[in-house]
């Protein structure tokens, strides 16, 4: 089975919202797809803030040899890093360092 990452359409007419998810190559654009991996909101006004990844699932399934479509691997060059970042910043505690054994 060949799996692609790609974007499954939604909405309405005029107001798209798309699903970026990971999908056997076989199945329609809309059809049934394997795992979510983020969305893409083309009408929020603020540019920033129009993609939402997850990150770790999405190099999970480029690790198993999964290919994105052009406008995905565009959207993962571009927020990829800022997904990330998100993801590290949010358990910022420091961890405790054992003390030496003696």
Same mark, same amino acid.
């Given at each position: 089975? #060949?799996?692609? =990452?790609? &974007? /499954?359409?939604?909405? @309405? +007419? ?5 699903? =970026?998810?990971? =999908?056997? #190559?076989? /199945? $329609? @654009?809309?059809?049934?797809? *394997?795992?979510? *991996? ?7 006004? !603020?540019?920033?803030?129009?993609? !939402?990844?997850?990150?770790?699932? =999405? +190099?999970?399934? *480029?690790?198993?040899?999964?290919? $994105?479509?052009? !406008?995905?691997?565009? *959207?993962?060059? +571009?927020? &990829?890093? !800022?997904?990330? /970042? ?17």
């Amino acid at each position: 089975m #060949s799996v692609r =990452i790609r &974007m /499954q359409r939604h909405g @309405r +007419k005029h107001r798209p919202y798309f699903r =970026i998810v990971a =999908i056997d #190559s076989r /199945q $329609p @654009r809309d059809g049934r797809f *394997l795992e979510e *991996l983020g969305t893409y909101d083309p009408m929020v006004p !603020k540019t920033d803030d129009r993609v !939402k990844l997850v990150p770790d699932r =999405i +190099k999970h399934w *480029l690790g198993k040899g999964a290919l $994105p479509s052009e !406008k995905c691997a565009v *959207l993962f060059k +571009k927020y &990829m890093a !800022k997904w990330e /970042q998100a993801g590290t910043a949010a358990p910022a505690t420091p961890a405790p360092e054992a003390a030496p054994a003696s």
